[in-house]
C-alpha cells in the first residue's frame, strides 16, 4: 500500500572512537552514550530539549540501560523505547526512529546505539532456555559438522565453502576483502585498528575457521553511535539544520524467510535472502537502481559476508562477486567504495553502536566530510546491517535538496 508520507532527514551524526573492550577505564555504556549524542546534537545544532523521543539499541545490558544512559543528558521525560535485534540493533533503532518521523509521530527523534562487550568470541547469557539461533545452527550441522571454533565463525566460514564449491573461487578473493578494509580504516580516526597489513599477513594470521583467518573476522568492542532524525516539517522551523541535512531516501527491514532453513545452503542461514528482500524493496521505495550507489557501508562481520552481500545487494551478478573484487570494484576507483571507514572488520564491532557508525559514516561520505577517506563523486550512500536470529535492514541516503519537495514518500 502506497502511503503519502513524510520525507525524513539525518540533520546530526556522533560517534566515539571505537575500542578493545576495556581498554578504557572511563568508557562504560552512560559514558559512551554522552560522548556519541553530544556529538550528535552539536553537529545537528539543536538542543537535547528538541527530542520528543528516542530509541535506544544495544545487546548486552540490563533492562532500561537506555534511561540511564540518556538521564546523563537531561531528563525531559520523553519516552525512552529500548532496542535489541542482535548485530542489526543500531541499525533497527534508527528504523524505528525514521518510520515514526515518516508517519508524522514526531519531527526529532534520536537514535542511539552502544555496548559494553566483554573479551572473546560471543556467547549467549541464557543456557536455560531456547536459543534463538537454534534452528540456525541445527540446520548448518545437517550440512557441516560442528566444531570447537566459534558459532558464528562456523555460520558465516561454512557460507564461504558453500560459496567456493558453488563458484568455483579460491579462498584468496575472502582475504582481499579484508585486505581492502584493513586498508581504508588507516584513515578513520574512530577505528579499532588502524595497521596496514599485506595480504599475505591477512592469508596467513591464524586460522579461525577454514576459510578464515583471524584477520578477516570482527573483533569484540566497545562504542556508541547516535544520529538526529527529524521531519521537514522541523528543518522548515529551524532552517540553520539545512546545511547538514541528509535525507533517508528508504530504510526496509526483513527478516528470516522458509528459504532461511530449507535450501541447504549456508549462504541462506546467514542472511542472504534477508539482504536481498530488504535492498530490493529499499531500491523500489527510493526510486533507484544499485548502479546509481557510489558509497556503501556493509556489514562485513567476516570477510565471507561482504563478498557473498555484493550479490544479495545486486551490486553484480550472482557467482561475480569474485571478479567485482579481482576488477577493484569495491575500492577507491572503482564501481563501488565499499566500507570506507574500515568496515566492521577493522573498524570494529560494538554490536549495538554498528548500524548507526554506518549511518554517521554515510552522512559524512554525503556531506564531503570524510577526509582523507572521502569518496569522490558520492552523492548516493547504501547502509547494511545484518542481525542473526534474524534481521536485515537497508537504508539509502542523499544530500537533501529542498526546492521540489517530495510528496510522494514511500518510506
Known sequence: MNRTLNRVFVIGVGMTKFEKPGRRSDFDYPDMAKEAVTDAIKDAGISYKDFEQAFVGYVYGDSACGQRALYTLGMTGIPIVNVSNNCSTGSSALYLAAKHVAGGLVDCVLALGFEKMQRGSLSSNFSDRTSPMDKHIEKMTELYEFSTSPATAQLFGNAGRDYMKKYNVSPDVFAKVAWKNH????????????????????????????????????PTSDGGAAAVIVSESFIQKHPDVKKNAVEILAIEMATDLPSTFDSNDCMRIVGY?????????????????????????????????????????????????????????????????????????????????????QCAELCWQLRNQADKRQVKGARIGLQHNIGLGGACIVGIYRLATFDKPRVDSKL
Open 273 to 357: 535472502d534477508m539482504a536481498k528482500r530488504a535492498a530490493q524493496k529499499a531500491y523500489a521505495k527510493a526510486g533507484i537502481k544499485p548502479s546509481d550507489v557510489q558509497v556503501v557501508e556493509l556489514h562485513d562481520c567476516f570477510s565471507v559476508n561482504e563478498l557473498i552481500t555484493y550479490e544479495a545487494l545486486g551490486l553484480c551478478e550472482e557467482g561475480k562477486a569474485g571478479e567485482l573484487v579481482e576488477r577493484g570494484d569495491n575500492t577507491y576507483g572503482g564501481k563501488y567504495v565499499v566500507n570506507p571507514s574500515g568496515g566492521l572488520i577493522s573498524k570494529g564491532h560494538p554490536l549495538g553502536a554498528t548500524g548507526l557508525a
Open 183 to 218: 586498508k581504508h580504516s588507516i584513515n578513520n580516526p574512530n577505528s579499532q585498528f588502524r595497521d596496514e597489513y599485506s595480504l599475505e599477513e591477512i592469508k596467513n594470521s591464524p586460522m579461525i575457521y577454514e576459510p578464515l583467518t583471524k584477520l578477516q573476522c570482527c
